[in-house]
């Protein structure tokens, strides 16, 4: 899997970025996105509590509340990157909130979305160099300190 680690921050290259709320998107093969919290977002959380989204079914413009998340340090959205409706949230976080900590690129995705226009949504995102760009100027201009990754974490070598 093409990444770079930026302040041991992974940001996978296969990915698009809405970069200044920390969510990523996979386009799915079926036309449908996975929407998730960066590594970045989960390093700055810290240790995550709860994650709770919004159900499947909720239409969500972009920049709007798709999930909440609660760690001992901070408790706020993880807003959607598109414009589209929820059509399936990661049950499992639930009950192990540190997924997002512990695989925030896997198993710790948020949601699945149908967007309006996929097309015009990831025009918006930012994508591949273009991306690891963005997060070293993000990581330089917020002083982000390097990123902490929790036991059993994903590594990418």
Known sequence: MAHEKINGCV???DLHYA??????????DDGTVTV????????????ILHAKAKGAGTGRKKGKPIATVES???????KSPI??????VNEALASDAQLINRSPY??????????????????????GEDAITAYK????RDKI????HIEGSDTYA
């Open 72 to 78: 001992g340090k901070w408790v706020g959205p993880v």
């Open 36 to 47: 998730g919290m960066t590594d970045v977002a989960q390093n700055l959380a810290g240790p």
């Open 83 to 88: 414009n589209g409706e929820i059509i399936a």
């Open 106 to 127: 896997d198993k710790g995705w948020v949601v699945k979305m149908k967007s309006e226009d996929l097309a015009a949504d990831l025009s918006a995102l930012v994508f």
């Open 19 to 28: 970069v200044e709320d920390n969510t990523w998107v996979r386009k799915n």
């Open 137 to 140: 100027a993000k990581i330089e």
């Open 11 to 13: 940001i996978l290259k």
């Open 145 to 148: 300190q390097a990123c902490n």
